[in-house]
């Protein structure tokens, strides 16, 4: 079992429709990040969490440290979200551990 | 703008060949490290720095060999003992902080013909 699970690991949607995105961890960490990653390849920091939640623009990213669980939500999405969603926690000093990722598409 | 550059974008290699990927970053970051990924699979440590001259190898460290002489500065070396190299390669930094924010940079992607 990996440390760190995410799901779905595909998800297809409409245009407008919210998504949820779910990290699950079964180890100790100091902060949880939700990454994107583009077709290209170049992967871009959305949110570093400790705690709580986090909101930028039109997504939310909730941690629950209790539950370790994290949960990354998009409001009405658009196909420019489509993109592939990582969760990675550090784990002590500098370790950093990924989720597989989840693919996202939106359909117009 | 402050970021990181990976370069070449795209290299292929003979097998039997050596190659350096270059990544350099500009955040005064002193973390750096080098994440491999393959298809349906999420990145793994290559190696890591957590400051100038001091570098530790991390889970699939083999066949790969880094520097660190400067901070700005993470050059990974693809060996000819690497078995299986074709693969996309990603730089990142994080700051003095173990929480720090993750840069990325772009990527290389190695194909070994």
């Known amino acids: 079992k990996n440390e760190v699970e995410q799901s779905p690991q595909n998800l297809t949607a409409q245009e407008g429709e919210f998504i949820t995105i779910n990290c699950s961890y079964s180890?100790?960490?100091?902060?949880l990040h939700w990454l994107q990653q583009h077709p290209g390849g170049g992967i871009v920091s959305l949110f570093m969490?400790?705690?709580g939640k986090k909101k930028h623009g039109r997504l939310i990213a909730t941690i629950n440290i209790q539950e370790k669980h994290s949960s990354l939500h998009i409001t009405a999405s658009h196909p420019r979200d489509s993109a592939v969603y990582i969760c990675a926690v550090h784990q002590g000093a500098q370790k950093l551990v990924f989720g597989q990722g989840t693919r996202l598409t939106i359909n117009p | 703008d402050g970021g990181i550059t990976q370069s070449p974008k795209y290299l292929f290699r003979k097998e039997g060949q050596n190659v350096t990927l270059s990544c350099e970053q500009n955040l005064n970051h002193d973390a750096m490290y080098w994440y491999r990924q393959d298809p349906g699979q999420g990145l793994r440590l290559i190696y890591y720095?957590?400051?100038?001259?001091?570098?530790q190898k991390g889970d699939i460290a083999e066949g790969y060999s880094v520097s660190r002489e400067k901070k700005e500065s993470f050059p990974l070396t693809v060996t000819s003992a690497q078995k299986n190299p074709t693969a996309f390669y990603l730089c990142?930094?994080?700051?003095?902080?173990?929480?720090?924010?993750?840069?990325f940079g772009e990527g290389s992607r190695l194909t070994v013909l």
């Open positions: 180890v100790g960490i100091s902060a």
């Open positions: 720095s957590q400051i100038v001259n001091d570098f």
């Open positions: 990142a930094s994080t700051g003095t902080s173990s929480t720090g924010e993750l840069f």
């Open positions: 969490l400790s705690s």
